[in-house]
């Protein structure tokens, strides 16, 4: 069964660090690979997508792939409270019948503390 | 709003009513999916549809739950005779494509009493 696995956290970091999260995926296969940002009370919003090995910036965020080690992470510098959410990892399966399905982590909790 | 759109955002029924939720996708977007959010959990996949067709029911529970995306009009998910089990957040979300991003919706918080 194919998975993608984040630790749930909290994870707590001080404003103005930088906060980086994990997800690993079971799939070797898998193409594509998102982080999305929930709030609470909120539906995810789309923060960043990445699709190549290496490192994909995007402002504050940094998303890193690493599909040998099957891991993708997501970096997010000069950390702020409104940073402060859970966030989701999901993967999207290899090319076939099934690649529009996202397997979605249980996401971790992100506590930005001033 | 070109977003996606979501009705109602909170939905209150007894045990034994139907729930009706309904999704618009975004403008230009055909491609539709359902996913059920419990407390404190990651969200699980439910169903994809594209108009007119269910591609995907793989994630919907066999009984009392079904879904369509009619050629006019939106994404309606029913679920008849609700229980509390069913009280959950549950979002839409569409795409342009099978293999593009998908955008979600705010979500129908369903309370069942």
């Known amino acids: 069964q194919k998975e993608v696995e984040q630790n749930s956290g909290p994870l707590s970091v001080p404003e103005g660090a930088i906060a980086s999260l994990n997800c690993t995926y079971s799939d070797r296969g898998s193409q594509s690979f998102f982080w999305y940002r929930q709030y609470s009370g909120k539906s995810p919003e789309l923060i960043m997508s990445?699709?190549s090995n290496g490192d994909k910036e995007d402002g504050r965020f940094t998303a890193q792939l690493n599909k040998a080690s099957q891991y993708v992470s997501l970096l997010i510098r000069d950390s702020q409270p409104s940073d402060s959410a859970t966030y989701l990892c999901?993967?999207?399966?290899?090319?076939?019948?099934?690649?529009?399905?996202?397997?979605w982590g249980a996401g971790t909790k992100l506590i930005i503390k001033p | 709003n070109a977003g996606v759109m979501q009705n109602p955002r909170h939905l209150v029924r007894r045990r034994g009513q139907e729930a009706r939720l309904r999704c618009s996708p975004m403008?230009?977007?055909?491609?539709v999916y359902w996913y059920r959010q419990l407390p404190e959990e990651g969200l699980k996949f439910m169903v994809y549809?594209?108009?007119?067709?269910?591609?995907?029911e793989s994630g919907m529970p066999k009984e009392r739950f079904s879904a369509e995306f009619p050629k006019e009009g939106p994404s309606i998910l029913r679920i008849q005779q609700v229980v509390r089990g069913d009280s959950a957040a549950y979002f839409c979300a569409s795409s342009g494509g099978a293999a593009e991003t998908q955008y979600f919706g705010p979500g129908t918080r369903l309370l069942v009493l």
């Open positions: 549809l594209q108009k007119e067709n269910i591609i995907d």
């Open positions: 999901a993967v999207k399966g290899a090319r076939g019948d099934s690649n529009y399905q996202l397997i």
């Open positions: 990445i699709y």
């Open positions: 403008k230009g977007h055909s491609h």
